[in-house]
């Protein structure tokens, strides 16, 4: 349990002073601003002053400081500071400094108040704190208050905190995106190195009422759960980790992933896939050092997938910091040197499926004066792409199923992107 909470300036002033236990003196807050904000070398996350510890992050100009007498999780102490940075940028337009502190005193106050309760976290989601803590900044509007403020007991009570009631649509729309990033580090000769998919499932619902979704993915675990036989296009799923409104105990029970979504835009899961992951392009690089002062590049890189299109597919070709020169021609696109980052960055607007483009190109050197310093270590090759309507993962939405007492019609759209994320290729 966390016994008060400080908002510290980098002068070391205290802005904000929370106490929600009387164990921990503000002698103990000074201690602490003194000896550790005030010393300019690093220091640890965590600090004991007078039997008190001190958890404390920064952001941007401000300090946020925890303090506590009792044995608590550190992780649970820092995830709280962490979201209570979320919920005063959520509050102040995305930022969070010490002039909007200074300007919206009572509002800090108030969020404060509402986020930890004698000491033990409460909720920090921005939506149900927006709807009965109605300042926006140093905005109200009264006929607004009123109304959400009738809504409030229900939604902070309720099993069901990330949804009010009453919620109404004209028309009912479900947008689900299965957003991959794939990572990769390939060796100069073809080889896979490491590979593996960071996904997460994004959904935008715009429902009725209260609602009651299921969800089924081509995951081994879910499709065992269901009865069914192993398929071949099953794929295995790690590190999965959901909204706080999937129904965990399902899950664990007949493997199926039962929610009642909120309003708007969430992350529904997060997981990762390391096993049989189709890479959307294959780089073949060929890199000869011709003397000492030229180069010869010619890089050719193939779509491995088909009937879809990749878009702003940039590749960057890293070149020694002594280029003086270059001269290149490409199939597709363009390809610019750029000297602050000693890259020759290929850019394609469109990349079709099946298709191969190759660039090839010179590169002139200036001669080195001194002969001892260290030669081009060679970097990899990166790229960046976002390929919609793949899922490198091999992953795809089985079913959505929408209950709902009224029992109305719902529109469901459902998209995949491949985008990359770290796509190295050793030359």
């Known amino acids: ?57 920064r952001s941007s100009n401000v300090y946020l400081v925890a303090a506590t007498r009792e044995n608590v999780n550190a992780s649970m102490v820092f995830q709280f500071l962490f979201a209570l940075v979320g919920v005063f940028k959520g509050y102040f337009g995305g930022t969070f400094e010490e002039d909007t502190v200074r300007d919206n005193f009572p509002l800090v106050y108030e969020l404060l108040d509402e986020v930890m309760d004698f000491g033990y976290p409460q909720s920090c989601s921005v939506d149900l704190l927006k709807t009965f803590i109605l300042q926006e900044g140093e905005n109200i509007d009264p006929s607004r208050a009123f109304q959400n403020a009738q809504l409030a007991p229900a939604q902070v009570t309720g099993a069901v905190s990330w949804r009010r009631e009453g919620i109404k649509y004209r028309k009912n729309e479900v947008f689900l995106d299965v957003v991959e990033h794939v990572n990769l580090l390939m060796s100069y000769n073809g080889q896979v190195l490491k590979s593996d998919v960071a996904g997460e499932v994004v959904m935008k619902t715009f429902l009725t009422g209260m609602p009651e979704c299921k969800f089924g993915l081509n995951d081994k675990l879910m499709m065992q759960g269901e009865g069914k036989k192993k398929d071949s296009g099953a794929i295995s799923m790690e590190d999965v980790s959901f909204h706080q409104c999937v129904k965990l105990g399902k899950f664990d029970s007949d493997k199926a992933v039962t929610f009642i979504p909120p309003d708007g835009e969430f992350i529904l899961m997060k997981y990762r896939v390391s096993e049989n992951i189709n890479l959307p392009f294959k780089v073949s690089p060929i890199v000869k050092e011709l003397g000492r002062t030229r180069l010869e590049v010619n890089v050719k890189i193939k779509a491995q997938y088909s009937s879809v299109t990749g878009l702003n597919v940039i590749v960057r070709i890293p070149l020694p910091p002594n280029t003086a020169k270059t001269t290149c021609t490409t199939t597709s696109g363009k390809a610019k040197y750029e000297p602050e980052t000693s890259e020759l960055v290929w850019r394609m607007r469109k990349f079709p499926g099946d298709t191969e483009y190759t660039l090839s190109g010179e590169v002139e050197m200036s001669a080195r004066i001194d002969d001892n310093k260290k030669s081009w270590s060679r970097p990899p090759i990166s790229m960046e792409y976002q390929v919609p309507m793949l899922a490198a993962s091999g992953l795809h939405v089985r079913f959505l199923k929408i209950h709902e007492k009224s029992n109305y019609n719902t529109i469901k759209w459902v998209r995949y992107i491949s985008k990359n994320g770290t796509y190295l290729n050793r030359i």
Do not use: C, T, W
Not at 4 to 16: D, F, H, M, S
Not at 32 to 54: D, H, N, T, W
């Open 1 to 57: 349990m966390i016994s008060a909470v400080y908002l510290i300036n980098l002068k070391g002033e205290i802005l904000i002073y929370r106490a929600y236990r009387d164990d921990v003196s503000r002698a103990a807050a000074d201690a602490f601003r003194m000896q550790v904000l005030a010393a300019k070398e690093f220091r640890s996350p965590v600090q004991i002053f007078e039997k008190a510890s001190f958890f404390h992050i």
